[in-house]
């Protein structure tokens, strides 16, 4: 995209993610979407942890030169006054549990470790993006470090625990 500004593509961002905050509340009998002011908050939350992409992975990390997933959250919330633990499943202890349908972005996702069968949450990302059937999150992953991936994807299917509201 070199040929849009900078400001287009910050508007555009803006305008996904309004309307994928209303499209998840549309069919819902939750609370409606968030406020301006809190969908700017989450909008910067979210750019924020995009200027992140690509970052290596690294085992207890929280800071540019490597992170792991919880370190990589706390990093991101750390920048609004949201002070979280350096571990995914203290992290789950906080804030508001929301049901799939209800998501928003930048909220918590939460995963089982590496296995599928744990009952444990060992990982955790910040959702970007939700329309029906869709669920697409940022997070530190092993292979990889900072990166997408897709709810729908067979490996997070599997280990899908909880999401968590910590910005209204």
């Not at 309004?18 to 979210?46: E, F, I, M, R, Y």
């Not at 590496?114 to 869709?134: D, F, K, L, Q």
């Not at 897709?150 to 910590?166: E, M, P």
Request: proline content about 5%; some cysteine; glycine content about 8%.
């Amino acid at each position: 995209m070199p040929f849009l500004s900078r400001s287009f593509v910050s508007f555009a961002f803006f305008l996904t993610v309004t309307s994928t905050c209303n499209l998840a509340w549309a069919g819902s009998k939750a609370a409606p979407p968030a406020s301006p002011d809190s969908l700017h908050a989450v909008q910067s939350l979210v750019s924020f942890a995009t200027k992140h992409l690509h970052i290596p992975y690294r085992s207890g990390g929280a800071s540019r030169k490597g992170f792991d997933c919880s370190g990589f959250v706390r990093y991101c919330f750390d920048k609004w006054n949201i002070s979280l633990p350096h571990s995914s499943s203290a992290q789950a202890e906080h804030g508001e549990t929301v049901k799939l349908d209800d998501a928003r972005p930048g909220d918590l996702i939460f995963f089982k470790g590496n296995s599928a069968a744990s009952e444990r949450i060992g990982h955790v990302g910040i959702i970007t993006e939700v329309a029906p059937g869709y669920v697409r999150f940022i997070h530190s992953a092993w292979k990889g470090g900072i990166r997408y991936d897709l709810l729908n994807a067979s490996y997070y299917q599997k280990r899908f625990v909880a999401i968590k509201r910590l910005m209204d």
